[in-house]
Antibody
Framework: QLQLQESGPGLVKPSETLSLTCTVS??????????WGWIRQSPGKGLEWIAT???????YYNPSLKSRVTISVDTSENQFSLRLRSLTAADTAVYYC????????????WGQGTLVTVSS | EIVLTQSPGTLSLSPGERATLSCRAS???????LAWYQQKPGQAPRVLIY???SRATGIPDRFSGSGSGPDFTLTISRLEPEDFAVYYC?????????FGQGTKVEIK
């Protein structure tokens, strides 16, 4: 059974950089059948796609966040990661990692999510 | 960027009733790239429908999806107590993924 697990700090200061990692178990990240992505959800709000990566390194970004975001993959560790720079309170959210199933591109497996609070 | 608008914002229904949720795109969406998710409080979303009308693994047949182009519908034929939740549509197009703002199905 595939599992995705987010890890990272729960509290980050404004203007700092958030680093999150998603560890994939029960399956290989190095498959041509999947993409891997990050989605966030601000408290009481809807879902916002952040970024997506293919194991070969191709990346896709939400235009509204592109200038502050970097997504990367480490196939040796079966992990992918997110870096979000210049944080503000508006970045406070639950951050989910998820798998996209090709060729339909929907999110078929999700991590449980990790709450990140931006506050001094 | 394609914007998805879901309606209504909240649907108040009783168990056993039929729920019809709408998702309208700002431009045409390829049906293969339209999905629906259910989210309960404190949980990650769960995919219900992909490719507009295909049920994901393990999803009961009371959930069905339909539509094409800019207009898509999620129907729950008879609401069970566990179906009261928030539902999101999502599309992929031009290397971008977007979600609708959600429809909350609440107990009347």
């Amino acid at each position: 059974q595939l599992q995705l697990q987010e890890s990272g700090p729960g509290l980050v200061k404004p203007s700092e950089t958030l680093s999150l990692t998603c560890t994939v178990s029960g399956g290989s990240i190095s498959s041509s059948s999947y993409y891997w992505g990050w989605i966030r959800q601000s408290p009481g709000k809807g879902l916002e796609w952040i970024a997506t990566i293919y194991y070969g390194g191709t990346t896709y970004y939400n235009p509204s966040l592109k200038s502050r975001v970097t997504i990367s993959v480490d196939t040796s560790e079966n992990q992918f990661s997110l870096r979000l720079r210049s944080l503000t309170a508006a970045d406070t959210a639950v951050y989910y990692c998820a798998r996209h199933l090709l060729p339909y591109y929907y999110f078929d497996y999700w991590g449980q999510g990790t709450l990140v609070t931006v506050s001094s | 960027e394609i914007v998805l608008t879901q309606s209504p914002g909240t649907l108040s229904l009783s168990p056993g009733e039929r729920a019809t949720l709408s998702c309208r795109a700002s431009q045409s969406v390829y049906s293969s790239y339209l999905a629906w998710y259910q989210q309960k409080p404190g949980q990650a979303p769960r995919v219900l429908i992909y490719a507009a009308s295909s049920r994901a693994t393990g999803i009961p047949d009371r959930f069905s999806g339909s539509g094409s182009g800019p207009d898509f519908t999620l129907t729950i034929s008879r609401l069970e107590p566990e179906d009261f939740a928030v539902y999101y549509c999502q599309q992929y197009g031009s290397a971008l993924w977007t979600f609708g703002q959600g429809t909350k199905v609440e107990i009347k």
